[in-house]
Every structure is written in C-alpha cells, then in structure tokens.
C-alpha cells in the first residue's frame, strides 16, 4: 500500500505544475492557489491580495514574450516550502531576440487550506535582469567591475 503524500506535498505539486504550465489564460486561475489576502514580494513588487497578484503574472504576459517558469528543486517542511526555479522568457521591447534564463527561488507559506498566503521571490535584479539590458547593462557591468576592484 502506498502511502498518501501529506496535504502541503500535494499543494506544492499543484502550484509546481500550475506555475510551470502558466498560460495567458490560465492567470484567472490563481485563486485555486492562492488565499484572498496572500502577500507577494519580488524585487519590483509587494502586493497583498488576489487582485493585485494577478495583475503581475497578467502584466508579465503583456510585457514578455513567451515568460515561462521551470522548477528545479523543492524543499518543504510543515507549511512552508523553497522552491528553486529559472525563469525563462524574451524582452519584448528590445531586439535582443535570445532567449534570456533568470534564475531565482522562492519562499512559500501555506495555510491549513493549502492556499499560499506568502510568496516571495529572491533573485538578483543588477546580475540577471539590469546586466542583459541595453545601454543599462554596460553600466551595470562596469560598476560591477570598479566594485570588485
């Protein structure tokens, strides 16, 4: 007999396989996922509440061309969970035409529904974001340079 995986194993599984086959259409779809008054933070955001959150990942589709998450590795314990992951997509503003990889991770909570009501990325804007930009990542590059001496 095999044993059920505990209720947040199943939780993370879902939202793992949600954010990994994130869609346009499927934004609307967060609430299954999410609590009402979840929090989010990332470098650019802190937001709380369903709304708000939703309009991040609907804004990211505005602004990207074909953003898509991939999970690496998980790790969980009790109600929180750390999720590592590379975030891939194209600048749509920009002819820089590759595909770019963002790698991150982030720190979940989950309520004793299975619902998240933390979740907050941790990546480095300057290194994968700022440094493959335009104009902004020469600076970038060079003030890394001067500040490592």
Known sequence: MNPQPPPETKAVAALVNYFENLTPASVGQ???YYAAQARFKDPFNDVSGLPAITGIFEHMFVALIGPRFVV????????QCFLTWEFR????????GTEQVILG????????????????DYW??????????????????????????
């Open 124 to 149: 480095d804007a300057a290194e994968e974001l700022y440094e493959k930009l335009p104009l902004v990542g020469g600076l970038m590059r060079w003030l890394k340079r001067r500040a490592n001496g």
């Open 105 to 120: 991770a982030s720190h979940l909570v989950f309520d004793a529904h299975g619902l998240v009501v933390l979740h907050r």
């Open 30 to 32: 967060l609430k299954q």
């Open 72 to 79: 690496t590795q998980h790790i969980c314990q009790g109600e």
């Open 89 to 96: 997509f194209q600048f749509r503003n920009y002819q820089i």
